[in-house]
């Protein structure tokens, strides 16, 4: 079945440091790729998404790519601040089975330190 | 506009009670979804509704209840649940599969505590 192994966290920054978080994927169909956010207290946040190989998906400072050969969506930015503290989702959705579902990694918590 | 709203924010119920959730969306999306998402874990799928019935139950007791009384609204019914059930409950929609599109949005959860 689907799956989504994510860096383990927490993961802590100080401010304006460069931020990668590993997302690998597998999937038997056509996954789309996304990374949510949920901040202390929150939903689910849409941050970004990728639909087919190549795409590169980006928000807010954030980005990541759609790597098929290697199975992987690294989110990454280039200069952190303490606001993005908080946890991180990868997650795929299998469209080539024809369901909606979404297949979540762990999460990864990211504090950034003043 | 992607907004996905949730009632009430924070609930408190005994093992005995009956309670409901309510969820809303006006994107004109055709599935939605119930999550219930336990703390440092990721959320969890317990329904989906497309086109307003039910396509996926993932084997959730029946002390739980969803409803969709139209393709606007999604709610979960409650019903003599258990202290291990308290837990954040998350809607989602997502526009028609025809559409190409099957990106979810969530709304803000529904913070749940069985006492």
């Known amino acids: 079945g689907d799956s989504v192994t994510q860096m383990e966290g927490p993961v802590t920054l100080s401010e304006e440091a460069f931020l990668t978080i590993n997302c690998t994927y597998t999937?038997?169909?056509?996954?789309?790729l996304f990374w949510y956010v949920q901040y202390p207290g929150e939903g689910l946040q849409l941050l970004l998404k990728a639909t087919k190989a190549d795409d590169k998906g980006s928000n807010k400072g954030f980005e990541a790519t759609y790597r098929k050969e290697t199975t992987s969506f690294h989110l990454e930015k280039g200069s952190v601040q303490v606001s993005d503290s908080a946890v991180y989702f990868c997650a795929l959705s299998d469209r080539g089975f024809g369901n909606e579902k979404l297949t979540f990694g762990t999460g990864t918590r990211l504090t950034i330190i003043p | 506009d992607t907004e996905v709203t949730q009632t009430p924010k924070h609930l408190v119920m005994g093992m005995t009670n009956k309670k409901s959730l309510k969820c809303e969306q006006h994107m004109g999306h055709r599935a939605m979804y119930w999550y219930k998402q336990k703390a440092k874990k990721p959320p969890e799928l317990m329904f989906v509704y497309s086109y307003e019935k039910l396509s996926i139950n993932e084997s959730v007791p029946s002390r739980f209840s969803p409803e969709c009384p139209n393709s606007s609204l999604l709610n979960l019914h409650l019903h003599a649940l258990q202290p291990e059930d308290s837990a954040l409950y998350l809607c989602?929609?997502?526009?028609?599969?025809?559409?190409?599109?099957?990106?979810?949005?969530f709304g803000p959860g529904t913070r749940l505590l069985v006492l």
């Open positions: 999937a038997t169909g056509y996954p789309s």
């Open positions: 989602a929609s997502s526009p028609s599969r025809a559409s190409g599109s099957e990106t979810q949005y």
